[in-house]
């Protein structure tokens, strides 16, 4: 079982960066699959970018390739999310899940443990 904590959320105009930091406790966190996901204001949640146990795998919705990055802290129980270029469709409370296993890591179902949130805003 793990704690997720999301923090590095803010506003920033477009075009600007962010990093999201999403911390465990509990359990070893190399043992747990992470997803990033989004909801904005009258939408379904909404997948974002997914790492694997070792990293080896990461993988992003189509229209944050190229700008978000997913890693994870070799040394501590923390997975990142770097934003570079938002823009205000990136706007939205973004949270950290984690899982064991999944079978479709896109899924918000999949995941059994979520951190609280963290807002996000991009203005024009």
């Known amino acids: 079982q793990v704690e997720l904590v999301e923090r590095g959320g803010g506003s920033v105009q477009a075009g600007g960066s962010l990093r999201l930091s999403c911390a465990a406790s509990?359990?070893?966190?190399?043992?747990?699959?992470v997803g990033w996901f989004r909801q904005a204001p009258g939408k379904e949640r909404e997948f974002v970018a997914f790492?694997?146990?070792?990293?080896?795998?990461?993988d992003y919705t189509e229209s944050v390739e190229g700008r978000f990055t997913v890693s994870r802290d070799a040394g501590n129980p923390t997975v990142f999310l770097q934003m570079n270029r938002l823009t205000p469709e990136d706007t939205g409370v973004y949270y950290c899940?984690?899982?064991?296993?999944?079978?479709?890591?896109?899924?918000?179902?999949?995941?059994?443990?979520w951190g609280q949130g963290t807002q996000v805003t991009v203005s024009s």
């Open positions: 899940a984690a899982s064991s296993e999944v079978t479709q890591f896109r899924r918000p179902s999949e995941y059994n443990y």
């Open positions: 509990g359990d070893s966190f190399s043992a747990y699959v």
């Open positions: 790492i694997s146990k070792t990293s080896v795998i990461t």
